[in-house]
């Protein structure tokens, strides 16, 4: 069974940083897309950033230019680093990960950390 592990979430004031982090545990054969995505309070979840087969990146609009996305398939991680940070990132971030394992392919969420943006 493979598991994804978010940590880094937290509150920051506008204009700060952040770098959340994702872990994948168990065996994974392949890794189709790894990446962010984000669902504010009444909203509906939506893309922040993920790295595709080829290492092509897809992003939100809204956050190109300052958030930057690095996976690792090594390691099964995947890392969002967050720079000017605003109110309106406000959200819970979930990890995804759609890949195979032993058990064919998978489509995994991982529990989601909170972060908040403080004006």
């Known amino acids: 069974q493979v598991n994804l592990v978010e940590s880094g979430g937290g509150l920051v004031q506008a204009g700060g940083s952040l770098r959340l982090s994702c872990e994948a545990s168990?065996?994974?054969?392949?890794?189709?897309?790894m990446g962010w995505y984000r669902q504010a309070t009444g909203k509906q979840r939506e893309l922040v950033a993920e790295?595709?087969?080829?290492?092509?990146?897809n992003s939100a609009v809204s956050v190109k230019g300052r958030f930057t996305i690095s996976r690792d398939d090594a390691e099964s991680t995947v890392s969002l680093q967050i720079f000017s940070l605003k109110p309106e990132d406000t959200a819970v971030y979930y990890c995804?990960?759609?890949?195979?394992?032993?058990?064919?392919?998978?489509?995994?969420w991982g529990q989601g950390t909170q972060v908040t943006v403080s004006s």
């Open positions: 995804h990960l759609d890949g195979s394992t032993g058990r064919g392919n998978v489509d995994i």
């Open positions: 790295i595709a087969e080829g290492g092509k990146t």
């Open positions: 168990g065996v994974i054969y392949s890794i189709k897309a």
